[in-house]
Nanobody, 122 residues
Framework: QVQPVESGGGLVQAGGSLRLSCAASGRTDSNWNMGWFRQAPGKEREFVAAISWNGGLSHYKDSVKGRFTISRDNAKNTVYLQMNSLKPEDTAVYCC???????????????WGQGTQVTVSS
């Protein structure tokens, strides 16, 4: 089992930046692919970004391309989501997830963190 734990959320003004971290513990010896998803109040959970186990492949939701960057440090078993030029519509609970396969689909992810709140004020 792998347990991801997110941190780094908070309140920021529009145009500001935040960096989310996701530290994985447990069976971190495997080649885990990682993803970030978010869910705003009253909305469905949506894909934000994903990165392959070696960092060689990544994908982003169209609306965050050019503003968000996903990266990972395997020595620290940690994945990051750098979020710049934040907009009020980015407000959501952001969750980190772990998968044995590279995917943009939430149902392919095996382990999920509790989430961290990101609030962007206008």
């Amino acid at each position: 089992q792998v347990q991801p734990v997110e941190s780094g959320g908070g309140l920021v003004q529009a145009g500001g930046s935040l960096r989310l971290s996701c530290a994985a513990s447990g069976r971190t010896d495997s080649n885990w692919n990682m993803g970030w998803f978010r869910q705003a109040p009253g909305k469905e959970r949506e894909f934000v970004a994903a990165i392959s186990w070696n960092g060689g492949l990544s994908h982003y939701k169209d609306s965050v391309k050019g503003r968000f960057t996903i990266s990972r440090d395997n020595a620290k078993n940690t994945v990051y989501l750098q979020m710049n030029s934040l907009k009020p519509e980015d407000t959501a609970v952001y969750c980190c997830a772990v998968s044995g396969v590279y995917s943009l689909l939430a149902e392919r992810y095996d382990y999920w963190g509790q989430g961290t709140q990101v609030t962007v004020s206008s």
